[in-house]
T-cell receptor, first 109, second 113 residues
């Protein structure tokens, strides 16, 4: 079967660092995506990993270990506007994107 | 401005009344998809299309139809809606030239009574 697991909810303090983990078991692997989704809005692209290692993009970084079926999204210098759901998704085949249920992050002052 | 548009954004209907949700993209993408999003389940793919007149089932296609007569448009059709199709629907188009990134429309919140 195809399975993507991520925590349901997380809380963090403004200015802090938070790491959102994602583990996956899929029939194929052509890359892993992280999307941000504010309540009632469309998901927006954050990052893409296809090779092992860390991809850094401003305050956001994403890590991938294909052998462990594991990724994380690291958010630094948290801001209130980072309160949102973060979706982990694996491209398991040709245009076949499998999403996790999402992690709802609440950032407090 | 590059975008994916959907209409309507909100719809309340009754069981059995056929409806169509339109989706249009102006980025000349070949690949388009429809998803539904339900609490605790994440986004699930309903149908996808790799090009004009080429469509295929995703994970939850039952009760839905699609068509792709033009590259820019990919409507979702519910021939006989039922209450279990109450959900938030997203259309997406994929930029195959850039890491297969999917661009999502604003969503359509559908309630079937």
């Amino acid at each position: 079967g195809q399975n993507i697991d991520q925590p349901t909810e997380m809380t963090a303090t403004e200015g802090a660092i938070v790491q959102i983990n994602c583990t996956y078991q899929t029939s194929g692997f052509n890359g892993l995506f992280w999307y941000q989704q504010h309540a009632g809005e469309a998901p927006t692209f954050l990052s893409y990993n296809v090779l092992d290692g860390l991809e850094e993009k401003g305050r956001f970084s994403s890590f991938l270990s294909r052998s462990k079926g594991y990724s994380y999204l690291l958010l630094k210098e948290l801001q209130m506007k980072d309160s949102a759901s973060y979706l982990c998704a694996v491209m398991s085949g040709y245009n076949k994107l499998i999403f996790g249920a999402g992690t709802r992050l609440a950032v407090h002052p | 401005e590059a975008q994916v548009t959907q209409n309507p954004r909100y719809l309340i209907t009754v069981t059995g009344k056929k409806l169509t949700v339109t989706c249009s993209q102006n980025m000349n993408h070949e690949y388009m998809s429809w998803y539904r999003q339900d609490p605790g389940l994440g986004l699930r793919q309903i149908y996808y299309s790799m090009n004009v007149e080429v469509t295929d089932k995703g994970d939850v296609p039952e009760g839905y139809k699609v068509s792709r007569k033009e590259k820019r448009n990919f409507p979702l059709i519910l021939e006989s809606p039922s209450p279990n199709q109450t959900s938030l629907y997203f259309c997406a188009s994929t930029d195959r030239d850039s890491t297969d990134t999917q661009y999502f429309g604003p969503g359509t919140r559908l309630t079937v009574l």
